[in-house]
């Protein structure tokens, strides 16, 4: 089947962004939109807009049963369900198979199998890559003896949690039964499940991904890695491709064994094995792997010329891998930060409200992909990613000089946002050297007080 | 997205009937400001529109969201009779007629008219009836979804075609209040 229309069953600057890619591939879009984003730039680029329920996630964006039918109803072939929502929940997965609505990304299996932690680290064992040394725990008892066999620092993790969300670290093996108790009861609350395993927490680590393309077949390609170590509380703020200074062996080996796991699932589409690097050994371990399109997906873009949502869309359809993607070079380097509309003065502190004025940059090599132009409602329901910018250069300096400049003539008001932050963060030393650990962003506002960095805008 | 002259009348009666004194709306660029005169004047109102307000709708989209725009953006809105009807289509912001009530869609699906193919629909042109009046049926993957009149009258207009697709909050019908 040829798919002619797409529901998009997501917002803000990722709809934008599919809807780019579906007009220049002549597919129809439908936006399925909340009460809150009826009159947002994707709904105004978008063939059609239907209106699927209040602005609360729970109501609108989360309800698998109304996105179906949304797609039925508008005879819509195929839903698009970008990141985050219900992108990687396997009913909706599963209700499109059932309805003959194709569902561009993974199976319904392949979600579950990838998001539980415990059988996605035994899928990685049994794909021989390495795991962090950890085990599942059912009791604090438990957990005593396994927190003594791995010993401290380590991490208390939520068996269905994602994004950092549940994680607790635990200096002291004299904390742990007190940190595993309550992470067992906030995993409980948050995700319907209270298991938690415990794993060596990496002193100094980096977090690198590889972006892999698979047909369902279990053959899979890579496009390359990115560094995303540059998080705040888990949240990755900047990331760029190739992910610096590693040596080659190392980054082929990362390669091969992000493909080893997707190749063992028989992976479909466009997903991320993410790693940790052990700075100190050069050891690299399976965190997870993400079975959608990445925020950080345009870095990869840049350097590959590849377009993933039309390679995703391709797969969906039936046309297979295009295998000689693995052969194209890599061209220069490509670096990605994350605006957000939250406040580094408070916290970062989401600072949801109407975009005043907004003037994105422009020029050789520099990509926006937004969705807030002069007049925008940035919803507070929703996570408060404004834009992206993506600078690609020929070589990492260059690119790092065309970001900052990029920053520096970014304007915008009417809402707070971490403009500031990227500012001092391009500026930094240590990340202009390159390769930094994921603790980089604790100790740069550390080192700075928030007024200096909020100076830097 | 703009505010029609309609809409413009509306949000001046609604303001006339309310407690507040101003109103200030942001919708898309177009700023509307109301104010009642201190002077014992019926209500003043300023708009000024720059040309870019005159944004296009996506085909086959509703042509309007100002309503739920204001009733969320205004306390002074969200307590009329605009937050009832939570996202009126083109159709229901042109009834200005406070008489007049819309009865939305609680939810996106297929709607029918009647309990079963071949059954009399639920309600016709000149049907009375109460809050508790089904009037159409929303399916939402099997699962049979009643609608409520939620209105005391008599239907007016019959606005839903069976077994067409029905947005979260479009009008299906239109009813005449009673009293």
């Known amino acids: ?205 980096r977090h690198v991904e590889v972006q892999v393309l698979g047909d369902g077949k279990g053959s899979v390609i890579n496009l390359g890695e990115r560094d995303c170590s540059v998080q705040r509380r888990y949240q990755k703020l900047i990331e760029e491709t190739p992910a610096p200074g590693l040596s080659e062996g190392l980054r082929s080996s990362l390669h091969e064994a992000a493909m080893r796991f997707a190749a063992r699932l028989a992976y479909r589409g466009a997903g991320t094995v993410e790693f940790l690097v052990d700075r100190k050994t050069g050891s690299f371990y399976f965190l997870e792997m993400n079975a959608r399109i990445q925020v950080e997906h345009p870095v990869t873009e840049a350097v590959t010329g590849v377009d993933l949502v039309a390679e995703q869309i391709a797969i969906a359809n039936g046309a297979g891998l295009r295998r000689e993607l693995a052969d194209l070079g890599r061209r220069g380097w490509a670096i990605e930060c994350r605006v957000n509309a939250e406040d580094p003065l408070n916290d970062f502190r989401p600072s949801p409200g109407v975009v005043r004025e907004v003037s994105w940059p422009s020029g050789e090599g520099i990509r926006v992909d937004t969705h807030i132009q002069p007049g925008s409602r940035v919803p507070p329901f929703y996570d408060s990613l404004m834009a992206k910018i993506v600078a690609h250069g020929p070589d990492r300096a260059s690119t790092l000089a065309a970001l900052r400049r990029a920053i520096a003539t970014t304007r915008l008001s009417g809402v707070a946002s971490n403009l500031s932050f990227h500012a001092a963060a391009l500026a930094d030393p240590e990340f202009q050297a390159g390769g930094v650990d994921t603790g980089f962003v604790a100790r740069l506002l550390a080192n700075r007080s928030s007024t200096e960095v909020a100076g830097h805008g | 997205m703009s505010l029609t002259a309609a809409d413009v009348a509306e949000i001046m009666k609604i303001l006339e009937g309310s407690a507040f004194d101003e109103v200030t709306l942001e919708i898309d660029g177009l700023k509307l400001s109301m104010r009642r005169g201190a002077s014992g004047g019926d209500g003043a109102a300023a708009a000024s529109a720059p040309a870019r307000v005159e944004a296009r709708r996506p085909t086959g989209a509703p042509a309007s969201a100002a309503a739920p725009m204001a009733a969320s953006a205004s306390p002074a809105l969200a307590s009329t009779s605009l937050a009832s009807a939570p996202a009126p289509t083109a159709k229901s912001a042109a009834a200005s007629d406070p008489h007049v009530q819309d009865v939305t869609s609680p939810l996106l699906g297929t709607c029918y008219r009647a309990p079963k193919p071949g059954a009399p629909p639920f309600v016709e042109v000149g049907t009375p009836v109460e809050q508790d009046t089904v009037v159409a049926i929303v399916e939402v993957m099997k699962l049979m979804n009643t609608v409520r009149a939620g209105v005391k009258g008599t239907v007016t207009e019959i606005l839903m075609r069976d077994g067409a697709l029905v947005e979260y909050g479009e009008a299906l019908l239109r009813v005449k209040k009673a009293g």
């Open chain 1, 1 to 205: 089947m040829a798919i002619r229309r797409i529901l998009i069953a997501n917002r803000g600057e990722i709809a934008a962004r599919i809807i780019r890619t579906c007009r220049a591939l002549q597919i129809e879009t439908v936006l399925a939109a909340s009460e809150a984003d009826r009159d947002s730039v994707p709904a105004g680029l978008a063939d059609r807009t239907v209106c699927i329920g209040p602005a609360r996630p729970m109501e609108s964006y989360l309800k698998v049963e109304t996105i179906v039918q949304a797609a039925l109803g508008t005879k819509s072939d195929a839903i698009h369900p970008g990141y985050g929502f219900l992108s990687e929940r396997a009913p909706l997965a599963r209700l499109c198979e059932s309805h003959n609505v194709i569902f561009i990304g993974p199976t319904a299996e392949q979600i579950e199998a990838v998001g539980d932690k415990l059988r996605a680290r035994s899928a990685a064992e049994a794909a021989n890559v390495p795991v962090v040394p950890g085990a599942a725990v059912e009791s604090v008892a438990a957990a005593v003896l396994e927190g003594r066999k791995i010993g401290a620092p380590l991490l208390v993790k939520a068996v269905g949690g994602g994004g950092g969300r549940g994680m607790k670290l635990v200096e002291k093996l004299e904390d742990l039964p007190a940190a595993v108790e309550l992470a067992s009861a906030e995993a409980g609350a948050a995700f319907g499940d209270a298991r938690v395993y415990l794993e060596r927490f990496i002193a100094s680590g």
